[in-house]
T-cell receptor, first 115, second 114 residues
């Protein structure tokens, strides 16, 4: 049973560039959430996708956008990169239950470095 | 304003002894709590969770206790093993409509000394 997978593992970009990160959820899961983890901090919620729509968004600017595909996989796009966007980007998948979402399971993350 | 706080950045414990990791929260709407373990260069791994209708949940060597009146939860690991050395994150969520995010603490680095 494949867990959550993310690509690429590492990425180096320069300020002002754009980046796309990819995530495939755990088998059987239909919901994908994205988190940013800066050094020494806990993960911070960016947004969550369900049924190909953004269901909830955290306190991140519009430069951060996403997409979910019919096979439940997801992309995170960041435009106009800033030095402060350097972080580990984590994807988590879960299953929407009637009373809310189930436990979120995380992928290994993509380490983004902005120079 | 941090809604989930882990006030101990690090903890060292002797192998075989009990490890106790603490977490406090301020948002009384939180009703579901989780602990994740994270090794370097890996994503967080789900350990154990507890709903606010319970005050204790056990899974093998791991037990989570919830004190709703104090807005405090703790993770007990007994006995501690060297392989438990990792960063532990406490996370919280609530099942209200429109809220699906996990709110994390900053983590506690546990070192289990052989």
């Amino acid at each position: 049973d494949a867990g959550v997978t993310q690509s690429p593992t590492h990425l180096i970009k320069t300020r002002g560039q754009q980046v796309t990160l990819r995530c495939s959820p755990k088998s059987g899961h239909d919901t994908v959430s994205w988190y940013q983890q800066a050094l020494g901090q806990g993960p911070q919620f960016i947004f969550q996708y369900y049924e190909e729509e953004e269901r909830q968004r955290g306190n991140f600017p519009d430069r951060f956008s996403g997409h979910q595909f019919p096979n439940y996989s997801s992309e995170l796009n960041v435009n106009a990169l800033l030095l402060g966007d350097s972080a580990l980007y984590l994807c988590a998948s879960s299953l929407l239950l009637s009373g809310g979402t189930d436990t979120q399971y995380f992928g290994p993350g993509t380490r983004l470095t902005v120079l | 304003d941090q809604q989930v706080k882990q006030n101990s950045p690090s903890l060292s414990v002797q192998e075989g002894r009990i490890s106790i990791l603490n977490c406090d929260y301020t948002n009384s709407m939180f009703d579901y709590f989780l602990w994740y373990k994270k090794y370097p260069a890996e994503g967080p791994t789900f350990l154990i969770s507890i709903s606010s209708i319970k005050d204790k949940n056990e899974d093998g060597r791991f037990t989570v206790f919830l004190n709703k009146s104090a807005k405090h939860l703790s993770l007990h690991i007994v006995p501690s093993q060297p392989g438990d050395s990792a960063v532990y994150f406490c996370a919280a969520s609530y099942s209200g409509a429109g809220s699906y995010q996990l709110t994390f603490g900053k983590g506690t680095k546990l070192s289990v000394i052989p």
